[in-house]
């Protein structure tokens, strides 16, 4: 179908510590998996358009896996990552203008994309919370 469009890639990390590491909350071993070094990163996507039809409709959905993963460089460190991510998104256009509407981590997903200890304790970062809109554009 050559209105079908399929999107890949797979990524495995093995990052790892060659020798035991000293930290100021006490010794790392070596063979601790590296702050951020998520094992493994996923992400694929199907697009659907289809040519020569009336308002050029479009429908898409994404996805995206990011494995866990330590935070810091810690004996105990807490974990980031360990989450899926699914889009989707539905346009089309009318002459040169473009309208399309699209939910962002449908599952409304509590991804931990980064964790530290800071002065005042653990600080987590998340990811975007399941966000709704639509865009317009104009083609010249």
Known sequence: MR?????GAVTY???VLRRDFGSGAGLVPSGSQLPGASHWQVSDSISYAPADVALSP???ISHRYISSAPGELSPAP???GG???FDLRVGGTIGGF??????ENVGDTRGVSQ???GVRGPVEFLVRPRT???TLDHRL
């Open 115 to 117: 964790t530290v200890t």
């Open 3 to 7: 209105a079908l469009s399929l999107q």
């Open 78 to 80: 807490r974990r980031q």
């Open 98 to 103: 473009g309208i399309a509407a699209f939910v």
């Open 83 to 85: 989450y899926n991510l």
């Open 58 to 60: 479009t429908f898409s």
């Open 13 to 15: 990390l093995d990052g």
């Open 132 to 134: 709704i809109g639509v």
